[in-house]
């Protein structure tokens, strides 16, 4: 099961899902604002990539953060910020048995999902 971790309104969740249900592929989402993440999940998605793809540096959310929560960052504190901050994973991150991706990016989505 291919499963779309996001928020409804993001630009970038919303051309994913417009190219999944463009190609026929069935997905179930996950709405991090609603649903929140679980430590398990975060914890896996770093088994597979950097934490640092994960950790969404850009959004509104990380530039509220005080200054002691954006200093020195590991893995252990990303997930701890991400978890009590959903809105800091980048979105969307796709899972589809052990793969994982992060953003969109046409060419990996084909590769990956078709």
């Known amino acids: ?3 779309v971790y996001g928020i ?4 970038t969740v919303k051309k994913a899902l417009n190219w999944l249900d463009e190609n026929n592929i069935t997905y179930q989402f996950h709405d991090l604002r609603k649903d929140g993440i679980t430590k398990a999940d975060l914890q896996e998605w770093t088994k597979q990539l950097d934490w640092e793809v994960l950790l969404n540096k850009r959004s509104t959310t990380w530039r509220q953060l005080s200054d002691k929560d954006k200093t020195d960052i590991n893995a252990n ?3 701890s ?3 009590a901050n959903p809105t800091l994973i980048k979105r969307p991150v796709i899972t589809k048995g052990k793969t994982t991706l992060v953003g969109f990016k046409e060419a ?4 990956a999902l078709n």
């Open 1 to 3: 099961m291919t499963t």
């Open 8 to 11: 409804k309104n993001c630009d």
């Open 77 to 79: 504190k990303a997930i």
């Open 81 to 83: 910020l991400m978890l």
């Open 108 to 111: 990996d989505y084909n590769k």
